[in-house]
């Protein structure tokens, strides 16, 4: 995947053995610690909430789908 997360960002995380958990976030930050990047996230359904995950694992399931 070339496209990377930017602020603001919407994407679609799509989960193909368990789509009961696939769900939209807006990214929120992107920084760097050390050599790994992570990425924290808002929920966009019902429960809301915030996350933070490493980059490289937010990208083998996740999609762009808007700003």
Do not use: I, K
Request: hydrophobic share 35%.
């Amino acid at each position: 995947m070339t496209a990377q997360p930017q602020v603001g960002s919407v994407w679609a995380l799509r989960f193909p053995d368990a789509p009961q958990h696939d769900h939209c976030f807006r990214v929120t930050g992107v920084f760097v610690v050390g050599e790994v990047t992570y990425v924290e996230t808002e929920n966009l359904d019902e429960r809301g909430g915030l996350g933070r995950g490493r980059l490289e694992d937010v990208l083998e399931f996740a999609e762009p789908v808007g700003d």
